[in-house]
């Protein structure tokens, strides 16, 4: 099966962007967001970041299947951030202790998430997956790297799929995950042999790439310039950025 990419073809202005552009500035984005902290700068960055998402025009039960995912994962963090964190007691519920800053963390973490993936996800999820690593190999990214992260993502889906082959295969054989060491046994020899499998299955890729002409280095049809509107883009994005790190600076200063 192919690798999914649900929002790489589209007609808004985002998926007709240069993807140097819009990894230059999903970087930029993502390495300030990262080192902000004040709640209504974070809060600006979400609102910007759901401007981007609109302006990608991207299906809208898959885009809320993927922020579902990442803040199942904050969720958990709401659960430990608030009682474990020391500061001025809010709450408290026997041993627990709720703080206020435990809770500031936990909001400060969830916005700066939830800015930085939906940005990544309208400006990086709009392009294919090729085009990402051409737009990397074009910012001086070394070779090797850029192919290893090619390669990775592109085959997760392949290992997936081959995981869900042995799951049912062993499931038809009338297996039943219990708390025996039979089903220990099982699970890890699901493991070891997805693991063969996957190495002969990079090596026949190998082979066939090998004898395509593959020469270390990744070829596309599509050679695209940077046009005026893609520096533009950056530009303004990259302004954005450096806004709310000057509205940091006053609330903080």
């Not at 020469?215 to 530009?235: N, P, S, V, W």
Request: net charge positive.
């Amino acid at each position: 099966m192919a690798l999914a990419e649900p929002f790489s073809t589209g007609n808004s202005l985002l998926h007709r962007l240069d993807p140097r552009a819009k990894l230059v500035a999903a970087i930029v984005w993502s390495v300030t967001l990262a080192a902000l902290n004040d709640l209504r700068v974070l809060l600006l960055g979400v609102i910007c970041a759901a401007v981007l998402l609109v302006a990608a025009r991207l299906n809208l039960p898959r885009l809320l299947q993927r922020l579902l995912v990442v803040n199942i994962f904050i969720a958990f963090l709401w659960l430990f951030l608030p009682w474990s964190t020391g500061g001025e007691a809010v709450a408290t519920w026997g041993p627990i202790t709720i703080t206020r800053e435990g809770l500031l963390l936990s909001l400060q973490l969830t916005l700066r998430c939830n800015a930085i993936v939906w940005a990544c996800i309208a400006l990086l999820g709009t392009s294919r997956l090729v085009d990402v690593a051409q737009a990397l190999r074009a910012l001086r990214v070394p070779q090797k790297l850029v192919l290893i992260l090619f390669f990775c993502v592109r085959y997760i889906q392949s290992i997936h799929d081959e995981y869900g082959r042995m799951a049912a295969a062993i499931k038809l054989r009338a297996f039943k995950p219990r708390t025996t060491f039979h089903t220990y046994r099982t699970y890890a020899n699901l493991v070891g042999l997805l693991l063969v499998r996957g190495h002969d299955r990079a090596d026949r890729v190998h082979e066939a790439m090998v004898c395509r002409g593959f020469d270390g280095r990744l070829r596309t049809l599509d050679h695209r310039r940077l046009q005026k509107r893609d520096i533009a883009a950056a530009a303004l994005l990259t302004g954005l950025t450096i806004i709310l790190v000057v509205f940091e600076c006053l609330t903080t200063g």
